[in-house]
């Protein structure tokens, strides 16, 4: 089974990206959580541009990246877990940790260090809130969490399949909170024990300061209640809440080239 996984990696990882992304258009269209305000045309154009030009840009600069890398780190026996010998569960369970750890702790910084943040604001500038908004990232931002994600494989020796598993499933959970989907309350309720739900992670894109500075966690819900930053509901309503940033809402500030160069402009919104 994990032999047919690892052969199979590109074509898994894509069908469970773009199903899962398809499956949430569709769900958004029948159950709507909010009204989106800006023209789809407009947030999609800049949303899915930046993920095009990202994913090419990946495939040209680190091609080696990811469940390629962590196969000959196992063969060369180089780092933490291919030293230590251990069942291969907790080797399994411990790389899924880290990585979505580590994840946490990179997303958390991003909003405290200058020269992060202007990166990673390009995904808060959406002012509004849904599957695209997911994929909204700065190209630099996402060569520079790769590149640090990679210096986590090559320190702890992370096996390939704890690799596949927690980015076939941590990605497609990153497009399920993001969505703009009305889910039953006690489904909801029952989820967030686990893993990110909307009605957590929308918190985190509210404009209000104090919300955007909670819920940082992406993939499994714990690390934020662990840390002394997870905010159970907005202080208005889901509905009725400002998403974006307050700087940042021109309708000029939206296009994909304004979204490009955000990172060289200065504006006082970090505090
Ligand atoms: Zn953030």
Known sequence: MAQFLLDHELPLRQYAFYGCLICLLFAEELFPKRRIHLAYK??????????????????????????????????????????VPMPKLAGLIMGILLLDGFRYALHRLSHKLDFLWR????????????????????????????????LVIVIFGLSPESLLI?????STIDLFNHANLRLPLRLD????????????????????????????????????????SYRVQPESSHQSMKIGLEHWRQPAEQSIFSLLLNPFFSKKDLE
Request: aromatic share 12%; hydrophobic share 50%; net charge neutral.
């Open 42 to 83: 407009t947030r999609w154009t800049a949303n899915f541009g930046l993920m095009l030009i990202y994913m090419a840009l990946l495939r040209i600069a680190i091609p080696w990246v990811g469940i390629e890398l962590a196969f000959k780190l196992q063969h060369l026996q180089i780092g933490l877990f291919n030293r």
């Open 119 to 150: 990166l990673h604001r390009v995904h808060h500038t959406d002012v509004d809130f849904d599957v695209s908004t997911s994929v909204r990232h700065h190209p630099a931002e996402v060569i520079v969490g790769t590149l640090s994600e990679c």
């Open 166 to 170: 927690w980015a076939m499933v941590g």
């Open 189 to 228: 309720r029952a989820l967030r024990w686990l893993v990110v739900t909307p009605d957590i992670h929308r918190i985190h894109h509210s404009a209000y300061q104090a919300e955007t500075d909670s819920n940082f966690s992406s993939f499994l819900s714990f690390w934020d209640k662990l840390f002394g």
